[in-house]
């Protein structure tokens, strides 16, 4: 099971910082993704890490503007997202990803609930 928190409302240009909390004890033997669904749009594709944490992925969405890290210890996989805009409004999800070492369209096999950012002009 995963979970979502952190998602909020936040003034253009401002950051947010989003977790992701596994259950059960084979957290560090995935890959882990984080999606964004924007209103009326499909879920899409915005970062992968690897199980270690050595290896990261990024949309060119988001690239320089977004980190994805992980803690195996606490079973978590983290986002950061600087220079918010309008446009970065969405649910975001994070996802499982069974190829442990990352992968840049990775086959999500397991989802969280999902958490909103909201970002206001």
């Known amino acids: 099971q995963l979970v979502e928190s952190g998602g909020g409302l936040v003034q253009a240009g401002g950051s947010l910082r989003l977790s992701c909390v596994a259950s059960?004890?084979?957290?560090?033997?995935?890959?882990m993704a984080w999606f964004r669904q924007a209103p009326g749009k499909e879920r899409e594709f915005v970062a992968d890490?690897?199980?270690?944490?050595?290896?990261?992925y990024y949309s060119d969405y988001v690239q320089g503007r977004f980190t994805i890290s992980r803690d195996n210890a606490k079973n978590t996989v983290y986002r950061q997202m600087n220079s918010l805009k309008p446009e970065n409004t969405a649910v975001y999800y994070c996802?499982?990803?069974?190829?442990?070492?990352?992968?840049?369209?990775?086959?999500?096999?397991?989802w969280g609930q999902g958490t909103r950012d909201a970002v206001s002009s």
């Open positions: 059960g004890r084979t957290f560090n033997s995935y890959a």
């Open positions: 996802g499982a990803d069974p190829h442990p070492y990352g992968d840049r369209n990775p086959s999500v096999i397991s």
């Open positions: 890490i690897s199980w270690s944490g050595g290896t990261t």
